[in-house]
Nanobody, 126 residues
């Protein structure tokens, strides 16, 4: 069975940085899309960044381009999200997710993903 466990969230001031981690087990990263998604209270869950681990192709929401970086180092069964220049609108519960996919494109739609972590809270506030 697939297991995803997020960590690294916390409280940070606007303009600050956080690095989220998602420890994955039960599958091979090279066979999957992996992604970070977030959900604020009262809002729909939205895709932040995804990566196709077979090729390293990355996809980002427009709202985070240039600020966030998704990565999965070779041989590391951990997915990362480096978040820089954080804004209050980035405040949300952040979830790691995975989906078996072989097209090389990893959608930002959360409906594509089957396996989810429990989430880690990110709060950006002064």
């Amino acid at each position: 069975q697939v297991q995803l466990v997020e960590s690294g969230g916390g409280l940070v001031q606007p303009g600050g940085s956080l690095k989220l981690s998602c420890a994955a087990s039960g599958f091979t990263f090279s066979s999957y899309c992996m992604g970070w998604f977030r959900q604020a209270p009262g809002k729909e869950r939205e895709g932040v960044a995804t990566i196709y681990t077979g090729s390293g192709s990355r996809f980002y929401a427009d709202s985070v381009k240039g600020r966030f970086t998704i990565s999965q180092p070779n041989g590391d069964n951990t997915l990362y999200l480096q978040m820089n220049s954080l804004k209050p609108v980035d405040t949300a519960m952040y979830y790691c997710a995975a989906a078996l996919r072989n097209t090389g494109y990893c959608p930002l739609s959360p409906y594509v993903y089957n396996d989810w972590g429990q989430g880690t809270q990110v709060t950006v506030s002064s």
